[in-house]
């Protein structure tokens, strides 16, 4: 970026972390995961998570499978109740580094994508494991309250688009 250039190699530099805008991504990154938990919850664990996007203006889970337009105004209305249950019941997250081993016994099956090499990170909301490296909240009371604000279905996938509403959410953030 701009002035990277200028800095040796070895230069001593002076990092500050935002600790607002941190926090504030962390609960729309964490509100997926809490997603991914209240689809379990509302009978719909088959479809398993795919490509998500927790940015402040364009926040979404995919899922791989469809729900069948006739019944995406329920889901949505249950999927909204059910994450915003699990944020109010204030449930831990867990967050550990475990070999590849460890980690496909945990997760059922290990992705692809998977180092078989290394150690992997696991978070766990509810119960339920991934892998993941993001910046989570440490307990689900921490999320703003979550709005479902559509489904949308194409090509076998479903993508749930969802916002935090009340709370403190960080309007400089996006």
């Known amino acids: 970026g701009e002035g990277a250039a200028a800095l040796a190699a070895g230069a001593r530099v002076l990092q500050r972390v935002d600790s607002r805008a941190r926090l504030f991504h962390a609960k729309l990154h964490s509100a997926g995961h809490i997603m991914d938990c209240a689809m379990r919850n509302i009978g719909r664990g088959g479809m398993k ?28 209305r249950a999927l909204e ?44 909301y509810d119960g339920l494991a991934c892998p993941c490296g993001g910046t989570h909240v440490q307990r689900t009371g921490q999320v703003d309250k979550v709005r ?10 479903t993508k749930v688009y969802y916002e935090l509403v009340g709370g403190d959410a960080y309007d400089d953030a996006v």
């Open 49 to 76: 998570a795919g490509k998500a996007s927790h940015l402040p203006e364009s926040c979404w889970v995919e899922y791989i499978g469809i729900v069948p337009a006739d019944e995406r105004e329920s889901v949505k």
């Open 81 to 124: 109740e059910e994450c915003n249950k699990l944020i109010e019941a204030d449930v831990g997250v867990d967050v550990e580094t475990v070999s590849f081993t460890e980690a496909a016994e945990r997760l059922g099956e290990a992705p692809d994508y998977l180092p078989r090499d290394r150690p992997v990170r696991i978070v766990t």
């Open 148 to 157: 479902i604000t559509k489904l949308k279905a194409k090509s076998g996938r």
